[in-house]
C-alpha cells in the first residue's frame, strides 16, 4: 500500500489509479490502522454525529465557559439574525453560528471533535454540518468529505505539527479552513486538484495568523476566529471550483507554512507573552481571572 506524505503525491496517485481523494484516504487509513474499511466508515460517522451534537448543544446554550470570557455570542448571533437577516443568505448564516456554537462547547468543557484541534473545532464542522442540512446530503457521503478533510489535514502535518505553540494559529485554525474548503469543493464535486487548490488557497491566506490566546485560554481570540475561518474556507472553495488556482504549488506552500512557524517569535505561539494576551485588557483580564481562580 503507498502511503501519500506530500499533495503531489497525492494527486499522482489518484490519478494513476482514477481514484478520489476520499478513496485513496480511506484506503490508506484502514491500511495504517489495520482495521476494514467498513469500521474506518463507522468511526467517521461517529465523529460526524459527535459534530452534530456539539452544534446542537452549542445553540441552545447561553452558559458562560469557566472564566467567563466567552459564552452567549452563539446566541447572541441566533437573535440578532431572527431580526436582521445576514445579507449573504441562510448558508452564512448557518456556517457562522454553528462554528461559534462548537467553539462556545468546547470553552465550556463540553463534547467537541478536533479538527484538527480543539481550538479550530468549529471549523470543518460548521461547513459539514451545513452542506449536509442545506442540500439534503447522505451521511455516506459527508463521511466521504470528513475523509478528504482528514487526508488534507495529514498531509499537512507530515510538514508541521498541527499546535499553535509549534507554528502559530495558521496551523490550527488555518489548517482547519484549509480541510474545510477541500471538503466543500469536494461535496460541490470538485474535482481531485480544485479540492487541493481550495485547502491551499485557505491556507496561504491566512499564513502568518499568531497564537496570542488571552489569560492562556482557548476562548479569545481563538472563539470567534472559528466563524471567519469557516467563511474564509467557502471564499477558497468559490475561487478554485473556478479553477482560480494558488500561483505557487500546494507543497511549496506547506513548506512555508513550516517556515514561518519557526521564524514566528515565542511570544507569538501560544505561551500568551504578547499580541493580544498582553494588550491593557488582556493583563487586566489576565489579573481579574486569578483573583477569582
Known sequence: MIITETFD????????????????????????????????RDIVLRNINAMREAITNGLKSKEKSLSGLSGG??????????????????????????????????ARMGKIVACPTAGSCGIVPAVLITMAEEYKI??????????????????????????????????????ASGMAAGLLTFLRHGNNKQIVNSAILAIKNILGLTCDPVCGLVEVPCVKRNPFLAIHAVTASELAFADIESKIPP???????????KLMSPVLKETSQGGLAKTKTGIELEKDLAEKL
Open 251 to 261: 507543497d511549496e506552500v506547506i513548506d512555508v507554512l513550516e517556515k514561518t512557524g
Open 138 to 175: 447522505s451521511d455516506e457521503e459527508l463521511i466521504n468529505a470528513l475523509l478528504t478533510a482528514g487526508k488534507i489535514g495529514q498531509i499537512v502535518s507530515n510538514k508541521v505539527r498541527l499546535a499553535g505553540a509549534v507554528a502559530g494559529c495558521q496551523a490550527e485554525c488555518g489548517v
Open 9 to 40: 503525491e497525492l494527486l499522482s496517485e489518484c490519478n494513476s489509479n482514477k481514484l478520489s481523494i476520499w478513496q485513496q484516504a480511506q484506503a490508506e487509513e484502514a491500511f495504517i490502522q489495520d482495521i476494514s474499511e467498513k469500521y474506518l
Open 73 to 106: 455570542d452563539c446566541y447572541r448571533l441566533k437573535t440578532s439574525y431572527k431580526k436582521h437577516p445576514a445579507i449573504l443568505g441562510e448558508i452564512f448564516e448557518k456556517i457562522t453560528m454553528y462554528a461559534l456554537a462548537s467553539a462556545e462547547e468546547n
